[in-house]
């Protein structure tokens, strides 16, 4: 039995919290969570925690950002009500993923398509470019005019604001005309002011055909001129804000298990354990999958292919990876991915490695082209199985022979409606950390 500990459960996994207390050996923190009927949320902490260390668990999976305001309003609780020490045990982390962005070739987030993108005949555009030049473009060719002209624009611009209009009807104030601000205009810069207040003269000279052009050229409304829609729209990076949030809200500690980014513990001032979901995988593959050693370790992804071959390193299985090229025009054709098998599955278990499956569509699509290559059977291994939208038949639909997940987010629901579905428990990992962290 752990002393001097309160352990308080959010509402997303109550199983969970079951599970972690009963390994310490403690009940439940008794703590009212609830909302009102304007949908606000409310937290009372209904014992004492003054001078005890605390441990929140909320999971990032179902409502996420009602559960994410509770944990903040319970961990400020905590912290109103002098306890020592405020931990927030959060088996699947909400917004890990907003830190990876995708990012196209020139640097700049993907966007949304423009109103208009087969328009070709626009000249001009109002997207985001640095300062320094691409390679592939061109240098800017500046000022049309240069710097002269702008000069002179912004002196007839001041004598306009500060000169009448009947100002030069005077002989005494005609010879003042020409100055601004004590500096006497060119010749030239007061002739064209005289010309802008002067009514215009119908002449067949070339002065007329000069004027009309300057003043058809710096007219404010040039017809030709039509910027194109579809600003590139940069996107915030919410991760780093829900780090700043659980920090100034008063936790202390944040424990989860396999961040989608690992440098996302980089946002934090304040310690973070990251746990790891390989071990349990790997204990999977050795008394669960036979013959493993002949099975193929599969990592769907490139970004995956560090996790899946430290599992097949240690049990010294092969390993192979799926290459997945995006060429997207719009964030909404990040799923229309060419995928390509870098390895042979042929005739071999095929064991898929994956951190985490929201819409399943990657591994899905993975085990459609291990069938396709001639893996015998296909396995997916996750750490965090949210499993939302249509996910599960999805699943149910494809050549998957088995999905492992573990407990990380409520499975109870997603068991009934898919029979491939196979559950691991992680409660006896936090309850242990919890344990030690505390002592």
């Known amino acids: 039995m752990v002393r001097n500990i309160v352990v308080l459960g959010g509402s997303s996994h109550p199983q969970l919290n079951e599970i972690i207390c009963d390994h310490l050996g403690i009940s439940l923190g008794n703590a009212l969570l609830s909302k009102f009927s304007v949908g606000e949320t409310r937290v009372e902490i209904q014992e ?4 005890k260390d605390v441990y929140i668990i909320q999971s990032g999976g179902g409502k996420v950002n009602d559960h994410l305001m509770e944990l903040l309003i319970a961990i400020s609780a905590c912290k109103t009500a002098s306890a020592a020490k405020v931990t927030a045990v959060l088996p699947l982390f909400p917004y890990s993923r907003q830190s990876d962005i995708p990012y196209n070739k020139t640097g700049a987030p993907l966007a949304k398509a423009p109103i208009n993108p087969n328009k070709s005949d626009v000249p001009y555009s109002f997207e985001s470019k640095p300062q320094t030049p691409h390679p592939d473009h061109p240098h800017s060719m500046g000022l049309t005019n240069g710097m002269d002209g702008l000069n002179r624009s912004f002196a007839k611009a001041q004598l306009e604001e500060s000169v009448p209009s009947n100002y030069n009807n005077t002989p005494q104030n005609a010879r003042f005309a020409n100055y601004v601000n004590g500096q006497q205009l060119k010749r030239s810069d007061t002739m064209e002011l005289k010309r802008c207040h002067s ?4 002449s067949n000279g070339p002065s007329s055909q000069d004027d009309s052009t300057s003043t058809s050229s710096t007219s404010p409304k040039d017809a030709s001129f039509h910027p194109r829609p579809g600003y590139k729209q940069w996107v915030a990076q919410a991760g780093t804000l829900v780090a700043d949030l659980l920090t100034c809200a008063g936790a202390d500690h944040i424990i989860t298990m396999d961040l989608h980014d690992p440098q996302y513990q980089g946002f934090f001032d304040i310690p973070v354990d990251n746990l790891y979901g390989r071990p349990l995988l790997r ?6 999958i036979p013959d493993y050693q002949n099975a193929v370790v599969v990592s769907p992804d490139a970004g995956g292919a560090k996790r899946a071959t430290a599992i097949a390193d240690g049990l010294g299985m092969p390993f192979a990876l799926i290459h997945k090229e995006r060429r997207p025009t719009k964030i909404t054709d990040r799923q229309n991915a060419t995928m390509m098998l870098v390895g042979n599955v042929a005739n071999r278990i095929a064991i898929l ?22 893996a015998t059977q296909v396995i997916a291994l996750l750490t965090h199985g949210v499993l939302s939208g249509d996910a599960i ?16 987010v409520p499975q109870d629901e997603h068991q009934k409606r898919c029979p491939k579905l196979e559950v691991l428990d992680i409660g006896h990992v936090f309850a242990e950390v919890t344990k030690l962290q505390h002592h």
Do not use: F, H, M, W
Not at 283 to 288: A, G, N, S, V, W
């Open 48 to 51: 004492s925690v003054r001078g």
């Open 199 to 202: 009514p215009r003269l119908v």
């Open 283 to 288: 204990r999977y593959i050795q008394y669960k």
């Open 353 to 374: 490695i994956d951190d985490l499956a929201d819409t399943s569509n990657t591994i899905t699509r993975a085990a459609k082209l291990l069938k396709k290559e001639g």
């Open 393 to 408: 038949d999805r699943i149910n639909a494809s050549a998957l022979d088995k999905v492992v997940v573990t407990n990380s």
